[in-house]
C-alpha cells in the first residue's frame, strides 16, 4: 500500500513534468489557436474577461461592409475551452448598436457585462457604457434601455466593480483623467467627486487615463502616461485624491528617458502596485514593467531601481497584466519579429522583477495567430492556464479578413491543479474501496495553522504528509492511540497537503490547506 501511494504520487509529477510553462495548449482549439470571423462584418477584440462559469467574454467591436446594418460594441462568449457558445446573443455575438468602439470590460457578481468605450458624432466625442445580460440580451434596465451616452469625457479605457456593486468607469479627456462613478441603474453616484466625477490633471498637454484598480480599503488607484512620463493617482473612496500617495495623490516617472507608457496596472495582495507597458525610443518600442510601494515610491527590491525595460530583438509592447498566485507577473502585447507585421506576445516575470527563464524556457512566447495580430487581454483561468485575447486578420494580397483571436497556454500552476484533481480522484477511488473501519475520521480546522486535529483513531497508526511534489513532509509512528491526537504542522510553508493514515493494514487519505 505504501509502494501503490508513493508511485501514484510520482507518476503524477513525471506525467506533468513534460509539460512546459508558456507552450501552446494543443487542448484548446487547433494547436491552442482559436480564430473567429463574420460574414461581412469587421470584429475585433480590444479586451477581455470571465464569467463565474469560466466562460470566457471578449469585448471589442464590429463594423459591416455592406453600409447598411449598424455596428457597435461586440460581445463574444466562449466555453473555457475555446468553443464559441452559439446560445450566447446571436450565434454566439451580442451587439450593442451605436455605441462606437468597445475598449473595457468588467464583470458584474450576477454576470452581467458591463462594457466601455468611445464614440463619436459631428460635433463632440462621448463615452459609451452599455451593459448585456449573462445571456446577450441588452438589460433594458440599465441607462436608457441598456445604454449610457455621456459627453462629460471623451474616452473610456477601464472599469472595475466595486463590492457594493457601484461601476467605476476610468478614461481621460485628452487633459486631464477622468473617473466616474455609477450606480448599478446607471445613474451617476451624486456622493463621488463632483457629482459623480472626478477629474485630475497633471499639467501635462495630453493625459491618457488607461487602467484602474480597487484595493481592499475601497481605494481606487489609476495609471496612464502624457507620451512621456507614466502618471499615477490614487482617490479615497469617496473621489478625493489620497494625501498618503505620492506628492499630494500623484505620482509621476519618467524611468527611461525615453517615452514611458503604461497600459494596465494591478496590486499584489502586500498593496504594491505592478505597471506594464512599453519604454520607446525613435525607432524600438520594448516592455516595461514597473513596481510601486503602496506609498507610490519606485520599489528599489524589484528589478533594477524598481522597474525593467525587457530589450528583446523585436518591436514590443505590453497591453495587459496578470498577476499568478505565486506572483509570478505574466503580461501580453505584441511582437513585430517578422517584417511588418505582429504577432501575439507573452511574457513572464518572476515576483523580483527578473526575467522567468523556465517559462518556454526564455521567458517569452511568439505565437503567429495570422498573418497579422495583437494580444489585448489576457486571463488565467481557475486552472492556471493562461488565455490571451486579441485580434487577427489577413493582409494582402489575400483578402481583407478580421478575426477574434484566443490562444491558450500551460502553466506551472496548471500543472499542479491537475496533480490535485487526480490524486483527489485517487483519494476517493481508494478509500472507497479500502477504508472500512477509518470512515468515522475527521481532521480539523481546515484550513489549519500550526496543529490539525485528527479525530477517529483507535489503535497504532503512522502518520504521513505528503506536498503535492510527492515529497514527504511529516511522519510519525503512533502507539495506541486513541480519541483526538493534535498534528504539530508549525513548519510546514503554506499550501496544499494529503496526510495518509495507516492503520490495521488499512489507509485513508485527507487533503487539507496549512496557512
Known amino acids: 500500500m505504501k509502494i501503490t501511494f508513493t508511485l501514484i504520487v510520482l507518476c503524477f509529477s513525471l506525467e506533468l513534468m513534460a509539460q512546459k510553462a508558456g507552450t501552446p495548449d494543443s487542448s484548446f482549439g487547433v494547436d491552442g489557436k482559436v480564430l473567429t470571423s463574420f460574414p461581412n462584418s469587421f470584429p475585433d477584440c480590444a479586451t477581455a474577461a470571465t464569467l463565474s462559469d469560466g466562460s470566457i467574454i471578449t469585448v471589442g467591436t464590429i463594423t459591416f461592409s455592406n453600409g447598411i446594418d449598424t455596428g457597435g460594441f461586440l460581445a463574444l462568449k466562449y466555453s473555457a475551452n475555446g468553443v464559441l457558445d452559439t446560445t450566447f446573443g446571436k450565434g454566439g455575438m451580442s451587439l450593442v448598436k451605436g455605441t462606437g468602439t468597445g475598449q473595457a470590460i468588467a464583470i458584474q457578481a450576477d454576470d452581467k457585462i458591463i462594457i466601455g468605450g468611445y464614440g463619436s458624432n459631428f460635433s463632440s466625442s462621448f463615452i459609451s457604457i452599455a451593459r448585456v445580460n449573462?445571456?446577450?440580451?441588452?438589460d433594458s434596465s440599465f441607462g436608457n434601455n441598456g445604454v449610457i451616452l455621456t459627453n462629460w469625457g471623451q474616452n473610456c479605457h477601464d472599469i472595475v466593480i466595486q463590492k457594493d456593486g457601484k461601476i467605476l468607469i476610468f478614461g481621460e479627456d485628452n487633459t486631464s483623467f477622468i473617473t466616474m462613478r455609477y450606480l448599478d441603474n446607471g445613474a451617476l453616484d451624486q456622493t463621488f467627486g463632483d457629482g459623480g466625477i472626478v477629474k485630475t490633471s497633471f499639467g501635462g498637454p495630453a493625459e491618457n487615463g488607461n487602467a484602474i484598480v480597487l484595493d481592499p480599503q475601497g481605494k481606487i488607484t489609476v495609471a496612464g502616461d502624457d507620451g512621456e512620463s507614466i502618471l499615477l493617482a490614487r482617490y479615497n473612496p469617496n473621489g478625493t485624491l489620497d494625501q498618503s500617495f505620492g506628492q499630494e495623490g500623484k505620482v509621476i516617472s519618467n524611468?527611461?528617458?525615453?517615452?514611458?507608457?503604461?497600459?494596465?496596472?494591478?496590486?499584489?495582495?502586500?498593496?504594491?502596485?505592478?505597471?506594464?507597458?512599453a519604454s520607446s525610443t525613435f525607432n524600438k518600442s520594448n516592455i516595461l514593467v514597473v513596481r510601486y510601494l503602496i506609498n507610490g515610491r519606485l520599489d528599489s527590491s524589484f528589478a533594477t531601481n524598481g522597474f525593467i525595460v525587457n530589450k528583446l530583438p523585436y518591436n514590443t509592447l505590453s497591453k495587459r497584466l496578470a498577476l499568478q498566485s505565486d506572483n509570478k507577473i505574466v503580461v501580453c502585447g505584441y511582437a513585430i519579429s517578422d517584417s511588418i507585421y505582429g504577432h501575439f506576445l507573452t511574457e513572464r516575470f518572476l515576483s523580483n522583477g527578473t526575467i522567468d527563464s523556465s517559462f518556454n524556457d526564455s521567458g517569452y512566447e511568439i505565437t503567429k495567430m495570422d498573418q497579422s495580430d495583437a494580444a489585448n487581454a489576457i486571463i488565467i483561468q481557475h486552472d492556471g492556464k493562461i488565455v490571451l485575447a486579441g485580434d487577427a486578420r489577413e493582409t494582402p494580397p489575400n483578402p481583407l479578413l478580421y478575426l477574434v483571436a484566443l490562444a491558450r497556454y500551460d502553466n506551472d500552476e496548471t500543472k499542479k491543479q491537475i496533480i490535485v484533481q487526480k490524486i483527489k480522484h485517487y483519494i476517493q477511488t481508494h478509500n472507497n474501496a479500502q477504508a472500512t473501519t477509518l470512515n468515522s475520521l475527521s481532521i480539523y480546522p481546515n484550513p489549519a495553522q500550526n496543529v490539525l486535529h485528527i479525530q477517529g483513531l483507535s489503535s497504532n497508526a503512522k502518520l504521513t504528509v505528503v506536498d503535492f511534489n510527492g515529497s514527504i513532509a511529516v511522519s510519525y509512528e503512533l502507539?495506541?492511540?486513541?480519541?483526538v491526537y493534535n498534528l504539530n504542522i508549525a513548519s510546514l510553508h503554506a499550501?496544499?497537503?494529503l496526510l495518509k493514515i495507516e492503520t490495521n493494514g488499512e489507509v485513508v487519505t485527507k487533503q487539507f490547506v496549512k496557512e
Do not use: C, E, M
Open 134 to 138: 449573462a445571456f446577450g440580451t441588452i
Open 255 to 277: 524611468l527611461t528617458n525615453h517615452i514611458d507608457d503604461i497600459y494596465d496596472i494591478a496590486l499584489q495582495p502586500d498593496g504594491k502596485i505592478v505597471a506594464a507597458g
Open 479 to 483: 502507539r495506541a492511540v486513541s480519541g
Open 495 to 497: 499550501g496544499n497537503y
